[in-house]
């Protein structure tokens, strides 16, 4: 696991050591304080020993998206017509502002990223006047819908507390008395929905395919995200068998989102 270090500048060269190192992220300050990421393949001995250092706090790392994103701090990112930007920094016209909490969906992730980009194309292209999120996580998907103009989304996550904290970032934005947050699977709700987003991972997405396709509504779409490009192939099939065309495929990375369409 990542450990975290901070310090007192030494000279530029410090930066450039820290690359070399391996850093996962790296800020200053203009004070000359410095903080910086590194994995675990590089000891704190070693750090001090290629940068000259008497001394340094060595700390645990925050990992960020259930611990698959490793960044000092939250950072302002924008995707389309979408920027999210960390609910301490001052508002801005049309932003969505994001808690910094342990729930997936930062927006950093390549599979939110992903989503986020099939989202926002989608809305342009033929605006839903309804959104169902499977997994929502933060909200983050939900609430950039939202943002995006749709008139009304439902969230669903079997873990109570993302429910917690996406209802924490719709109050935030001002968007609560848009969203329906509900504690469940595509398996316990009722209805059809024009747009259906489901960013999760490919054996569930596989696994819940016929009870998933039930909720688009006819010639509605559906993106998945969270499939490793190697298991694309699976997920594909697994949503023709069940009626959905792709439209599109998207790749970040090592990852890929499906947009699909409903054949009936």
């Known amino acids: 696991m990542p450990y975290r270090i901070d310090f007192r500048g030494v000279g530029d060269a ?6 070399e190192l391996g850093a996962l992220d790296v800020e200053s300050s203009s004070g000359g304080a410095i903080a910086a990421l590194l994995p675990d393949s590089v000891t704190p001995e070693d750090v001090a020993r290629r940068l000259g250092l008497a001394h340094m706090i060595v700390s645990p790392a925050v990992g960020r998206d259930e611990g698959s994103v490793w960044i000092l701090s939250p950072r302002p990112i924008r995707i389309g017509l979408l920027r999210i930007i960390p609910a301490h920094l001052d508002p801005e016209p049309g932003a969505l502002r994001l808690l ?3 729930a997936f969906g930062s927006g950093l992730h390549p599979t939110t990223a992903l989503c986020l980009e099939a989202l926002d194309e989608a809305v342009r292209s033929a605006p839903p006047d309804a959104v169902l999120d499977v997994g929502t996580g933060t909200g983050v998907l939900a609430l950039s819908a939202l943002t995006l103009g749709v008139p009304r989304v439902t969230a669903i996550d079997v873990d109570e507390e ?4 996406a209802a924490d ?5 001002g968007l609560g008395g848009r969203l329906e947050l509900a504690r469940g699977t595509p398996e316990t709700i009722a209805g059809r929905w024009p747009l259906v987003l489901a960013n999760i991972l490919a054996a569930p997405l596989i696994e819940m395919a016929p009870v998933l396709c039930r909720r688009v509504s006819g010639q509605g779409h559906l993106i998945l995200s969270g499939i490793r490009a190697s298991l694309e192939p699976d997920v594909a ?3 023709r068998d ?8 998207k790749s970040r990375e ?3 989102a ?3 369409r409903a054949s009936w």
């Open 14 to 19: 410090a930066l450039d050591r820290l690359v």
């Open 100 to 102: 910094d909490a342990p």
């Open 162 to 165: 993302a429910l917690r904290v």
């Open 169 to 173: 970032n719709a109050r935030l934005n």
């Open 237 to 239: 099939r697994a949503y």
């Open 242 to 249: 069940v009626g959905m065309r792709r439209v599109d495929v």
């Open 254 to 256: 090592s990852w890929v």
């Open 258 to 260: 499906l947009v699909l």
